[in-house]
């Protein structure tokens, strides 16, 4: 016990004056070891925000990031106002994505990359819906497989099975 508790104190004294980490722990919102607005790698146990993920975003229950390069998991939410690679929960959001969404729920505004969930909603898509129900406001190019596809601009404002645009 003692030689975590020191492991904990070394973390936190390190990066009292860093901007980045290479590593993060963090309890809820921003009780974390160190406190940074950008790290590489972080484990969180409640709520993790971390600005800046340039890594791997792993947590128990959710994540919020502004940005995010690499991979993104949680059990219940993760959010990435910016997506650059993948990010998987019960429920995942996204404004703007670029890479995949493995989720139950998945929900961006801007998507170019896969979906692949339960329910799948983007407002502009560039690739690959893949759930029982998929809904795109706007489909650039791509293709939605699943029990029921909505897209406005697609074949059909509605399908079965398959829904597109090339």
């Not at 607005?37 to 800046?52: K, S």
């Not at 339960?118 to 893949?130: D, E, K, R, S, Y």
């Amino acid at each position: 016990m003692k030689k975590l508790i020191a492991v904990f104190a070394l973390l936190a004294v390190l990066g009292l004056n860093s901007y980045a980490s290479p590593f993060k722990l963090s309890l809820f919102g921003d009780i974390a070891v160190p406190q940074t607005e950008e790290a590489n790698v972080v484990i969180g146990l409640i709520d993790n925000h971390t600005p800046t993920v340039k890594g791997v975003d792993l947590n128990f229950i959710s994540a919020r990031a502004d940005e995010l390069y690499g991979y993104q998991w949680s059990y219940i939410y993760n959010r990435a106002t910016k997506l650059r690679g993948a990010h998987g929960a019960i429920y995942s959001t996204t404004e703007d994505g670029i890479g995949a969404q493995l989720g139950l729920v998945n929900n961006a505004g801007e998507m170019t990359g896969v979906q692949f969930g339960f329910v799948n909603i983007a407002q502009n898509l560039t690739g690959l819906q893949l759930a029982f129900v998929n809904y795109a406001s706007n489909l650039d190019k791509g293709l939605q497989l699943g029990l029921l596809n909505i897209c406005p601009n697609g074949w059909l404002p509605a399908m079965v099975i398959v829904n597109g645009r090339f």
